[in-house]
């Protein structure tokens, strides 16, 4: 059994304890004399509850809790009335009595709260009957059972509740003067004659008084006791209406006194009397009382109410301390035992023999029928027998073996003790071999007996032969030296196991020979666990051999392996403890390892590692015993604990942690709620300073559990919260964040963390709209300068640009003004030679179209582009003068094609004459042949085509005769059309370009010259 106690003066100061009661949280709730405490797991608090004009639930005497199935806790006070505590919305009401008042409750000192299967609320009250409250109206319908009898004389008995209970749609009632049955149908009250319906009334002695609390036993008997009688319980049949008197005290015995309460627990009835507990079989009504019974030793006395939560674990209380316990359900525990008992033999059926490992006490148990027996007796009681004791051993002829430090024992059935069978203490200092600290009884009644200092001496038990197997290392036929033998074990082929300080080896029963394994020959897969002092050792049914140190931990290796690797097994692989202290194989092949932290089961399918610890009553660093019928036996502090290894199962408890209170700057935020019912809270930005109280639910073992907390979005890491039951934080930044708390029993799983959401509001400094408005701000600021910035530039660049254009426009200016001036002059030397030659009539004809062409040059002289039209009349008048000065050596054909409008199309000003006039000077007048000048204007796509070709001597020939030409002028009419030709790009956006094509016949001699000017507006 697992026991706690909390005791009133560490925990309660003066306080009593009245009635226990458990929230649909967990939570366990005590009223007390001081009021109400509420225990989180981890401490006792008074609950801060609003209620109605009150600021909390006063701390006065409360007498009894219910909870309903609403989750609601009623709270009856001893003379303050009754309290309705809604823990969902953290708020409670407060009913009080008043007189004049038919629809409250009916007196404020509240004795009994009862809810029955409809779920309608009974209140007992005291010296004024009971009520029913009315939800629908939210208050009382009052019943006084004396009015209800019409018994006016002792009313103050009758009416005053003292227990209350609904069964069999009937409201059952005791009172200060007896039982009371309501029909809450027909709102009538039965008074059930307890006296006159006793079947063994000779067994009352006194007269029938007030019923102090009943126990259900089906749908129609009850058990009840009384305040005055006597260890007496009533037997109260409803369905016969019969009562019988149940005497739980023999004649002449001393256990008298008044029960304190009675509570049904599987098959039997336990009546709680003082210091004394009166066990009842309901089968047969028989009467044990168990204070003389040790596994009810550690039962707490004066038990006023016995409360079973729903994990299970039974709560009492006694006046003025609270306890918890929990007892292991697959586990037959036997108390009294010597706290050294730890040699445990299986004798036959349900017969153990036990001895204590450090003196030489044992004893004998017999467990039949649940019951136990036990008795101790003093054994080994030669001079040389106190030493300490080895494993019990048994032989087919010869008994039972075991032995101690200097000598084997025998046991002897008729003196019912050990005999020495073999005294070695001479032996032992003859050859040096100082105490024996280990022994084992083989198969083949071979005794092994480790020796502290050399070696093993083995005892053939029925010749008493005795064989030295030393220590020396120059032997083949030898032990693994300088260690002390012990942990023996015979595997299924006869080998003998053993283990060393100094490693382990083995006896090989068929060369008769050691195998040894020093751990200087053997390696493990964790550098960290070396396995070097061997204390156990084990080889299961996977034909694996399990080697356990008391400090070096657990490992295996296949048997067979010459220089074995041995697989450790750790913390890491699920073990909770490598303190070895016993190894077990039980019959399904599993090993069993006792460590500090308890026991640890290791399946040998697949290795899986279960636990069991202090929280199902399992003791730590104990022995282990296979017993006869495959259970598993343990001796530890004075008491057997039996198993079988197919029943037990690990008790995981995954702890509920619970969010408690909710401080800002140390204040509590009330938020109209349970703590548990909120998942996420809103704070404003100055709301960023905040701690957080929170708890674990682990009643039984809270030294066992462990919490950790994280806040994310602040914390990366988990933060152990050791003995903190809250978490600080300040100064946290806006934005969303997830709280969470999870816990779990020593180092088992983790529970699933109790998760709270917790939003901060930022400051508006802080918020994306701020930003975003900063953002748009500096945008706007950073667009005006950049605007600003852009428009300067531009302001530059038109200036630079304007700059560029009238320099360019006085460029073209210029080339217009040096073209035209070459241009008059040769028009001029042709007139001179005119007039030269006496030609007067040709002069005057040159003259006149050289008016003309002045004329028109001098009208477009101011415009930038010319129409197409003008600049062709322009074109012909010149091409006409050219002819003239050449005595009409060629001939010229101007063809505008159908898709020109020449009257729309502009052009630069005479950028087609120089072309002309190097085709006419360069290359026809050199031949006397038909010359022809062909000028062409086409529209191809968006592109204007100008062609001018000749058919004279070609461009090679022209520089060729131009080059041979003693006097040659410099010919600046092509330059300064290339110029204007790249200024007028720039200046208009028109893509101008030139292409020279020389004209050539089938024999590669020139034909003449092809000039294409395209034109192209961009």
Partial sequence: MNLRTFENVKTFPDVTFQDIAEDDYGFIWLATNRGLFKFDGIEFKVPVIPIDSHQIVPKELFVNLMKD???????????NGLFLIDLKQNKAQHFLSQKDAENTISDNRIKKIFEDPNGRIWVGCHKEGFCLYRPETNDFQRFKPSEMLNKKENARFLDDITSLYFRQEKLWLGTLDRLLCFDPETETLEHIDVENLLINREALKKSFSAVRNMCWLDDHRFLFHTYTSDNIVFLYDVLRKKCEVIRLTPKNSTNHGNGSSIHLFGQSAFYFVGENIAKINLHDWSVKWMNNEERYSNLPFNIGHIFVDSQHNKWAFSRNQLYLWESSPSAITVSGLANSAEVLFHLEANNYFFLNEMDTKGGFINIENGEIELSSEQFMKEKHSTNRVANLYKTQKQGIFTNNQASIFNWNGQSSSFNPFLNLSDYSKRNKLGDFISGFLDLQNIYWLGTKNDGIVQVDIETKEKKWVKNTPEESNRIVYNGYPRGFFEDDLGNVWFGTDRGFGYYNSNRSHFVNFPYESYKTDNPRINLKSISKIKKDSKNRIWLAGEADGLGYFEFGESNPIIKTISTKDGLWNTRIRDLLIDQSGNIWVSHWRGLSRIFSENLRIENYGKEIGMPNYAALTLLNDGTIGILKNGKLLQFQPDSLSPKVVFPKTTINDFKVFDESLNLGKNWLDIEQIELSYA??????????????????????????????????????????????????????????????????????????????????????????????????????????????????????????????????????????????????????????????????????????????SKSKMVLLSDELKALKLYIEMEKMRFDNQFEYRIIVAENVSPHHLEIPQLILQPFVENAIWHGLVHEDRPNLLKISIEKRDRKTLCIIEDNGIGREEAHNRKRNHQFHKKSMGMAITQNRIELTRNLYQIETKVEIIDLKDENGSATGTRVVLSILAI
């Fill in 687 to 860: 709301q960023n300073f905040f701690s957080i109280d929170f708890g674990v639910i682990n009643f039984l073992n809270p030294e066992l559990t462990e919490i950790q907390y994280k806040l994310e979005g602040v914390q990366k890491e988990w933060t152990n919260a050791e003995n903190r039951t809250y978490a600080s934080f300040a100064n946290v930044g806006g934005g969303d964040y997830e709280f969470k708390v999870r816990a779990r029993i020593q180092n088992g799983e983790w529970a699933k963390p109790h998760i709270l959401n917790i939003f901060i509001a930022s400051p508006f400094w802080e918020t994306w709209w701020f930003y975003l408005l900063i953002a748009l701000i500096l945008g706007l600021i950073i667009y005006g300068l950049y605007l600003n910035k852009v428009k300067q530039i531009r302001e530059k660049e038109i200036l630079k640009s304007q700059f560029k254009i009238q320099l360019a426009e006085v460029e073209m200016i210029a080339l217009r003004a040096q073209m035209n001036p070459h241009f008059l002059f040769n028009c001029l030397n042709s007139i001179k030679l005119f007039i030269v030659e006496n030609d007067t009539q040709a002069a005057s004809d040159y003259l006149t179209k050289f008016s003309k062409l002045i004329r028109l040059i001098l009208q477009n």
């Fill in 69 to 79: 199935r609403q989750g609601r806790i009623w709270a009856g006070s001893f003379s």
